[in-house]
């Protein structure tokens, strides 16, 4: 079982909708969690950083369910620069790395 | 402010060769990781070093090294290149080890093995 791991879709929506994306991770020692965004051949980008409380930034609402080992992203009306892969991201200190997922690929669509 | 630096951004090489790749990380950032990512799976752990110190090493066999300079630039040496070695290489720059603010990526090395 990998140790985190996301649902690869592909993802195929139209502009407007909303979206969510889904992450399980398996280390209970997780300590910090985080979305990136990468687009085609280009490097992984930081979008945002998950907490308990659930954060937002503009249309992206990201949550963490600890108990549940569970991360969301929410993208709400989707625009067509939204496509790329969204990659789930979970560091623990104490094996001295970050784990990221294989990702979930999202087409926005005219 | 410069970014994430990886040199080269292309690299092909034979089985059985050797490579060094070669980063620097943002300034002032003492933290630098090292990724695989082959095409369709996600970024795959190999290093982290901080303070010219490993502190992390992902399930990659011996012929993976690394190490981190007092300027806090990285070197990445793959010996003994396989074909399966062939991926985008990425280095990850961070003030500490990230597991509180995440990682500034550079645009990676891609590797051809053949």
């Known amino acids: 079982r990998k140790e985190v791991e996301q649902d690869p879709g592909p993802f195929n929506v139209p502009e407007g909708a909303t979206v969510a994306f889904n992450c399980t991770y398996s280390n209970s020692a997780s300590q910090s969690f985080f979305w990136y965004r990468q687009d085609c051949r280009k490097e992984p980008k930081l979008l945002m950083s998950v907490y308990s409380s659930g954060n937002e930034d503009g249309r992206f609402t990201a949550q963490l369910n600890r108990a549940s080992q569970y991360i969301s992203l929410l993208i709400r009306d989707s625009k067509l620069s939204d496509s790329a892969t969204y990659l789930c991201v979970v560091a623990a200190a104490s094996a001295g790395k970050s784990t990221f997922g294989d990702g979930t690929t999202l087409t926005v669509k005219p | 402010d410069a970014g994430v630096t990886q040199s080269p951004t292309h690299l092909i090489k034979t089985r059985g060769q050797h490579v060094t790749l070669r980063c620097s990380p943002i300034?002032?950032?003492?933290?630098v990781s090292w990724y695989q990512q082959v095409l369709g799976q996600g970024p795959q752990f190999i290093f982290q070093y901080y303070e010219k110190e490993e502190r992390g090493r992902g399930n990659f066999p011996d012929r993976f090294s690394a190490r981190q300079f007092p300027n806090y630039s990285s070197e990445l040496n793959v010996n003994a290149l396989l074909l399966g070695d062939s991926a985008l290489y990425l280095c990850a720059s961070s003030l500490v080890p990230a597991t509180d603010y995440g990682y500034t990526f550079g645009s990676g090395t891609r590797l051809t093995v053949v």
């Open positions: 300034s002032g950032h003492k933290s």
